[in-house]
């Protein structure tokens, strides 16, 4: 069986450095997710993942996102989509949005039947942090996260360690 889980995104990057080419990111996020089906095998808790992802915001406020996923006994899941910043892009099993968030910061959010997940990320010509935070919607009380062809029910998702860059 070839499952691939794919998780949904909420972008952060740094607007005020943005040269005339634009920008470019680079990310890696280390979780641990725990999920019951409907297509895994047996229920999985604390189980690895990785995701790694590339993204890009060019001057003429068009968007890209690439983003792969991969763990232990997980083939690899892959999704990308273009868009525009601050208007809604669909994307297999969501939406997915990129908005500027502050002076020196984007946010990307996926938005999922249950959940959002969102990854923000603050960039200058030096440096470049991220968070990623998975939010339930309200009422809901497992995450659903899109694995290429139909959503796993998943109870756990923690994000363990996350890395950028910017250029």
């Not at 996102?65 to 892009?89: A, C, F, H, Y």
């Not at 923000?120 to 998975?134: G, H, P, W």
């Amino acid at each position: 069986m070839n499952r691939s889980i794919l998780i949904p995104i909420l972008f952060i990057a740094s607007i005020s450095s943005a040269s005339a080419e634009g920008m470019q990111f680079e990310f890696n996020w280390q979780l641990r997710i725990g999920c019951d089906g409907p297509t895994v095998a047996f229920p999985i808790r604390n189980w690895p993942a990785e995701v790694n992802g590339k993204a890009s915001l060019r001057p003429n406020r068009s968007t890209s996102m690439e983003v792969n996923m991969s763990g232990l006994g997980i083939p690899k899941g892959e999704i990308r989509w273009d868009g525009q910043l601050g208007r809604p892009t669909t994307t297999a099993g969501g939406v997915a949005e990129l908005r500027v968030a502050g002076p020196q910061t984007l946010r990307a959010t996926w938005r999922q039947p249950n959940n959002d997940i969102v990854m923000e990320l603050t960039a200058d010509k030096e440096s470049c942090t991220m968070s990623v935070s998975a939010r339930l919607h309200p009422g809901k009380p497992f995450y659903t996260l899109y694995n290429g062809r139909n959503y796993e029910n998943c109870p756990e998702f923690r994000v363990v360690q996350t890395t950028c860059k910017a250029y």
